[in-house]
């Protein structure tokens, strides 16, 4: 499902990933983990095509993501469900709107969408919620909404870089219990952490990033 | 859910949702967009005013050529023969389109009746003082002041022809100030168009600067270029139209007022006054539309994931 093929990437003539070589499996949920500014986030970076790599091949499902065209990054990434560090939730728009973001850019009608905006809404106990904005909502909530938005429009491919980050140990299984439902359901995860206490004793494979290479790589 | 492409429903969906994105965006920016439309329409409406002036000069040259003449006055002692000699010339000239013999009888009554109860100080002259004279009417194109002159020397050259006189200075007066307007226009034009572009530009730099957060994850989430540029593009587009439509109604309001109140006091004012062709009020608001449009285009740039 995804693939790294001897990638490299560097900032500045700094190397941040030195010929990494990874295979995901379609259906599988897999950790990086390591040290902060060990390539964790590029590594997402570079599968959702945020960042090009210097050398190297990576797919995902059907696209080869370093020969991309920019116009066809767009529909890589509508087949892929992100969550990001830092939200990048809409603070104008309610909690369904920001979730409703996600289809609309597919040009699905409204019925549709509220169908699938409220069924995801449920999915993360959030569907009291609806109306609020993300402003009036906990950390844990508002990674929830973004859960929700990841997975409204059933993505293959689900990539969430640090998302129990600045949660407290109750929120972030929470988090973890919906990835592992996801998972459940078909779709390949890779989650980004340097929280160990997320993959010990879960049974999934778990790769050490550190010093630029993959240093090891296990089952927790 | 794997999308390749869009079916026509899913694009008239992402159109609908980027009317009701502009939409929003218009009235929640309203200040911001109530300036552009203002000062959109303030440019339209500056053009459309040298536009409606040139239109005044042409008509008023044109009314003016339709009059215009040449008189051609002839020496005193001219004999018969000469004035026939002198009339087959000029009408076989094909500049001219009417030529009119005024004899010197015809000229002295001609003035005794302009003088009115003044006439009788002309009775001192035993015969007429006036030499005889051709009027003539040049054909409308041929009203350039270079081409005039040279007919006038022309004629002039012409045996037993004492003076030619023609309205030099007027004509040479209206004929500059008709080409400083058409000029005037054509600058004017090039800088409205330029300003009202670069209006639209500035505001929707600022609108995209506010909403910058809101593309980022647009494009992270997978958002067409299409899907991010259309909403500022129909907001663009109505901020011209809107000001077009506004300078459409002030130029409108003015011409009445013109016609209406002003030829209360100055009657000549109505065959002065000439109106723009009703087309071009539907015409200025999509100017101002595409103006903007383009504005909007050049703002929203290359968008790069």
């Known amino acids: 499902m995804i693939l790294f093929s001897d990638v ?196 999934h494979r778990v790769i050490f990033v550190n010093d630029h290479y993959i240093e090891k790589e296990y089952v927790a | 859910m794997i999308a390749k492409g869009s079916s026509n429903g899913e694009r008239f969906e992402i159109l609908k949702y980027s009317f009701k994105t502009a939409f929003k965006s218009i009235v929640h920016e309203k200040w911001i967009n109530s300036l552009t439309i203002l000062s959109v329409s303030i ?85 007429t003082p006036l030499p005889s004279s051709f009027e003539l009417k040049l054909r409308k194109d041929y009203l350039d002041i270079v081409r005039v002159k040279e007919k006038a020397a022309q004629i002039q050259r012409l045996d037993g022809v004492q003076e030619v006189q023609y309205g030099e200075k007027w004509l040479s007066s209206l004929i500059t100030i008709a080409k400083t307007v058409k000029g005037g226009s054509i600058v004017f034009g090039a800088a409205i168009f330029i300003a009202v572009t670069f209006i639209t530009y500035s505001t929707i730099k600022i609108l995209l600067h506010r909403r910058k957060e809101e593309i980022e994850t647009l494009k992270l989430l997978g958002a067409s270029r299409g899907f991010i540029r259309l909403p500022f593009l129909i907001e663009g587009f109505f901020i ?20 209406y109140k002003m030829v209360e006091f100055l009657p000549a004012m109505k065959f002065l006054v000439t109106s723009l062709p009703l087309q071009v009020y539907l015409v200025i608001p999509f100017t101002g539309a595409m103006m903007s449009l383009l504005g909007s285009f050049i703002a929203i740039g290359k968008i790069r994931y």
């Open chain 2, 43 to 127: 440019g339209l409406t500056i053009f459309c005013s040298f536009i409606i002036i040139n239109s005044n000069m042409n008509s008023a040259l044109q009314r003016w050529a339709k009059s215009f003449g040449m008189v051609v006055y002839l020496n005193e002692d001219v004999s018969k023969e000469r004035e026939e000699s002198i009339k087959r010339q000029l009408l076989q000239d094909t500049d001219i389109e009417t030529v009119n013999y005024i004899s010197k009888e015809q000229s002295f009554e001609e003035i005794k009746r302009t003088m009115g109860e003044n006439a009788m100080i002309l009775d001192i002259f035993k015969e």
């Open chain 1, 8 to 203: 490299s990437k560097s900032y500045e003539n700094k190397p941040v990933l030195n010929s990494i070589s990874l295979v995901v499996k379609k259906g599988e949920l897999l950790f990086i983990t390591g040290p902060s500014g060990a390539g964790k986030t590029t590594m997402l970076k570079l599968a959702y095509c945020a960042e090009r790599p210097d050398n190297g091949r990576i797919t995902v499902a059907d696209w080869q993501v370093n020969k991309l065209k920019q116009h066809e990054i767009p529909e890589l990434r509508r087949n892929i469900g992100i969550i990001f560090q830092d939200f990048k939730l809409l603070s104008n728009r309610t909690v369904f709107d920001n979730v409703a973001l996600a289809l609309s850019i597919h040009g699905m009608n409204p019925g549709k969408i509220r169908h699938y905006v409220n069924e995801a809404l449920e999915e993360v106990k959030l569907l009291d919620k609806v109306n609020h904005f993300p402003q009036s909502l906990s950390g844990g909530e508002q990674q929830r909404v973004v859960i929700a938005r990841a997975m409204v429009s059933k993505p293959i491919v689900l990539l969430a870089d640090e998302p129990t980050g600045d949660l407290d140990i109750e929120n972030a299984k929470v988090i973890m219990d919906l990835f592992s439902k996801i998972n459940s359901k078909g779709t390949t995860v890779l989650i980004a952490t340097h929280d160990e206490t997320l993959f010990r004793a879960s049974g």
């Open chain 2, 240 to 259: 011209g139209a809107l000001g077009g439509i506004v300078s459409s109604l002030v130029i409108l309001g003015l011409y009445s007022f013109i016609t």
